[in-house]
């Protein structure tokens, strides 16, 4: 049964960074095409990054220069890394490896 656990998520003020991680088990599904998805209140599941099982990236335009997405395999981990945080990204942040959700981490953008 595959399963994703994000942690690293928290209370942050306006311009600060964290670094949020998904680990997949069996650690091989961490090589899988694996996505950051995020939700505000009141608002519907947006995506927000992509990591392709090549390393290819992509981004959504409103975190393009800011989030960064990688992978240590190593560690069956993808990462995203969150810099320059703005309170509009304030939401509960989800992986996903098109086999299964994540239960999420909050991330809080907030003076």
């Known amino acids: 049964q595959v399963q994703l656990v994000e942690s690293g998520g928290g209370l942050v003020r306006p311009g600060g960074s964290l670094r949020l991680s998904c680990v997949a088990s069996p650690g091989f599904y961490s090589i899988y095409r694996t996505a950051w998805y995020r939700q505000a209140p009141g608002k519907q599941r947006e995506w927000v990054a992509v990591?392709?099982?090549?390393?290819?990236?992509d981004y959504a335009d409103s975190v393009k220069a800011r989030f960064t997405i990688s992978r240590d395999a190593a560690n069956s981990t993808v990462y995203l890394y969150l810099n320059m945080l703005e309170p509009e990204d304030t939401a509960v942040y989800y992986c996903?490896?098109?086999?299964?959700w994540g239960q999420g981490t909050q991330v809080t953008v907030s003076s």
């Open positions: 990591i392709s099982s090549s390393g290819i990236t």
């Open positions: 996903n490896n098109g086999r299964a």
